[in-house]
């Protein structure tokens, strides 16, 4: 799939914008606090964004504004990955590696200086794993065998191991029940846990009650402590300020701070903290993600809604939209053209893989008439109840802006249609060799004539030829910067799309391979735009 960038992802201008890797589509993201990491189907990992740690795992901390290929893990098959604030950790089919941040030796247990190339934690060599997860200053594995491994800072707690384990300088077992975990997460400073039976375990810091203890709880618990939920628990997620919970019948459940919409209660509960699991009125979902302050879910058909903290455009609704929601509301530009796989939330950043095609059942239908009326999208608990909703009236104060959201939408929708529809091979080739030719060119259902001279035809040989010498320049141009990279560097990197087998005879036309491999830079306002190129 291709992975689409929105808020401020270091990826380019930090505009929206999507990238992908040519015949190797990517299978799972990553976000942490200002930087991303993803891993394609061949086992291979690219990361970018700051790194100021060496969170990037690239050997330096020099910041990357465009995917580079994880080089030292060549060959190792990585199959998952997870961000925290300032570390990363990448799990293969038996080893797991860490780099980054270590301060509390969430990586590596010898030294708490900065990791640069990713670290073998040689004590969970064997270890099949499920799911990887990172905090602050912790780290976490989860083993397809039920089994927790935790270790780093847990000053708060969130290493759920007692008062007198505020630090752990190598992965140990999390135990505290015969049950065998199916699902766990990293908080920045409280983690979660869902049994096999599908009971819910919090510890770590309390603050706003994100952990769902109730409103009476202590401050933070270092141990795990259950959490009353009305239903059969599946996945969890921990965010910064707030925890979210997928039941076994694709609910919602949240807890923790609303002032920013991050729990999707609406404004009723803007100024309140919610102390127990509550449940989000949406559809079935399967997927969902919490960043610092906003949240986004991934529906069982295929849709997106994000609520939450808007701020750098983070909530996908265009580059035009930062507006706060504290409803869930869906991304209107995928709903109706693309299929959304997954989807990562960071601290000012979002990241969605997506797939060319049309999502199912009925919620792009009752979106559409949402946003014909409305033009932000449709809020989730609108599906219930579509036709409660008020329509624009004529001395709304908000009447211009409500114009101009929807037109946003409308343009997005638009372009997506487009670029999908499109091929390189359909454009039109006009035979320039006589004078005074006219073609005929059937455009918005009208009929224009485009007449060519002499005069035509050698100014556009002569812009060609002004644009080939531009290009030839800039290639020349890039291919020393990339000299100089390598040498200060030591060592070559791969981009999006390029063999992971590079000798030096391909170097020189790796840059020229870029371009068909990797996605354009995008504008405000047109981020799917030549969307040619999915995998």
């Known amino acids: 799939?291709?992975?689409?960038?929105?808020?401020?992802?270091?990826?380019?201008?930090?505009?929206?914008?999507?990238?992908?890797?040519?015949?190797?589509?990517?299978?799972?993201?990553?976000?942490?606090?200002?930087?991303?990491?993803?891993?394609t189907t061949s086992g291979r990992s690219y990361t970018f964004g700051s790194n100021q740690w060496g969170q990037l795992a690239l050997g330096h901390t020099r910041q990357t504004n465009k995917p580079s290929f994880v080089?030292?893990?060549?060959?190792?098959?990585?199959?998952?990955?997870?961000?925290?604030?300032?570390?990363?950790?990448?799990?293969?089919?038996?080893?797991?590696?860490?780099c980054g941040g270590n301060?509390?030796?969430?990586?590596?247990?010898?030294?708490?200086d900065e990791v640069l190339t990713p670290f073998h934690l040689t004590i969970l060599s064997g270890i099949l794993v499920k799911r990887l997860s990172c905090g602050v200053e912790h780290s976490l594995v989860l083993g397809h065998c039920g089994e927790v491994y935790l270790w780093g800072g847990g000053s708060e707690g969130q290493l759920g191991m007692g008062a007198n384990v505020l630090e752990l300088l190598k992965p140990t077992v999390l135990q505290f029940t015969d049950e065998k975990i199916k699902d766990a997460s990293c908080g920045y400073y409280h983690t979660g846990l869902v049994t096999q039976s599908g009971k819910v375990f919090t510890f770590g810091e309390?603050?706003?009650?994100?952990?769902?203890?109730?409103?009476?709880?202590?401050?933070?618990?270092?141990?795990?402590?259950?959490?009353?939920?009305?239903?059969?628990?599946?996945?969890?997620?921990?965010?910064?300020?707030?925890?979210?919970v997928m039941t076994s019948s694709r609910g919602l459940y949240m807890c923790g701070d609303g002032q920013r919409g991050q729990l999707g209660f609406a404004p009723n509960t803007l100024t309140k903290n919610v102390y127990t699991l509550t449940k989000v009125p949406c559809p079935p979902i399967d997927d969902i993600s919490v960043g610092e302050g906003h949240t986004a879910v991934v529906t069982k058909s295929g849709h997106l809604y994000t609520f939450g903290d808007g701020r750098h455009g983070k909530l996908c609704h265009g580059d035009a939209n930062f507006a706060t929601l504290h409803s869930p509301y869906l991304v209107e530009s995928f709903s109706t053209i693309a299929t959304v796989q997954t989807v990562a939330c960071g601290g000012c950043?979002?990241?969605?893989?997506?797939?060319?095609?049309?999502?199912?059942?009925?919620?792009s239908?009752?979106?559409?008439?949402?946003?014909?009326?409305?033009?932000?999208?449709?809020?989730?608990?609108?599906?219930?109840?579509?036709?409660?909703?008020?329509?624009?009236?004529?001395?709304?104060?908000n009447k211009e802006n409500n114009v101009q959201n929807i037109q946003i939408v409308q343009e997005n929708v638009k372009s997506l249609e487009s670029a999908l529809n499109e091929t390189p091979k359909s454009?039109?080739?006009?035979?320039?060799?006589?004078?005074?030719?006219?073609?005929?060119?059937?455009?918005?259902?009208?009929?224009?004539?485009?007449?060519?001279?002499?005069?035509?035809?050698?100014?556009?040989?002569?812009?060609?030829?002004?644009?080939?010498?531009?290009?030839?320049?800039?290639?020349?141009?890039k291919v020393e910067e990339k000299k100089i990279v390598e040498e200060e560097s030591g060592s070559e990197t791969d981009e999006p799309g390029a063999t992971s087998d590079v000798t030096d005879s391909e170097a020189d036309s790796e840059e020229e391979e870029e371009e068909k491999t990797a996605g354009s830079e995008g504008g405000a306002g047109g981020f799917m735009d030549n969307i040619m190129g999915i995998e």
Request: hydrophobic share 30%; glycine share 8%.
């Open 1 to 39: 799939g291709a992975v689409f960038t929105f808020g401020k992802s270091r990826f380019g201008d930090d505009n929206a914008n999507k990238f992908w890797v040519k015949n190797d589509p990517v299978i799972a993201v990553a976000c942490g606090d200002e930087h991303t990491a993803v891993v």
């Open 71 to 98: 080089k030292s893990l060549k060959g190792k098959q990585v199959t998952h990955v997870a961000c925290g604030r300032s570390h990363t950790l990448f799990a293969t089919k038996n080893e797991v590696y860490g």
């Open 103 to 112: 301060g509390e030796h969430q990586v590596n247990e010898t030294t708490d």
């Open 206 to 244: 309390n603050d706003n009650g994100k952990l769902g203890l109730g409103e009476d709880a202590d401050e933070s618990y270092h141990v795990p402590q259950p959490v009353f939920l009305v239903d059969v628990a599946e996945r969890i997620c921990c965010g910064n300020t707030c925890t979210a």
């Open 349 to 363: 950043h979002t990241m969605v893989i997506a797939k060319a095609g049309r999502p199912s059942l009925e919620e």
């Open 365 to 397: 239908k009752v979106s559409t008439a949402r946003a014909k009326r409305h033009g932000k999208g449709t809020r989730l608990n609108d599906l219930r109840e579509p036709s409660s909703l008020p329509a624009i009236k004529q001395n709304d104060p």
């Open 427 to 477: 454009k039109k080739i006009v035979d320039m060799n006589k004078s005074d030719k006219k073609e005929t060119i059937d455009k918005a259902g009208s009929d224009k004539t485009v007449t060519f001279n002499e005069n035509d035809k050698k100014k556009k040989v002569d812009n060609e030829k002004e644009d080939e010498e531009k290009k030839k320049v800039e290639e020349k141009k």
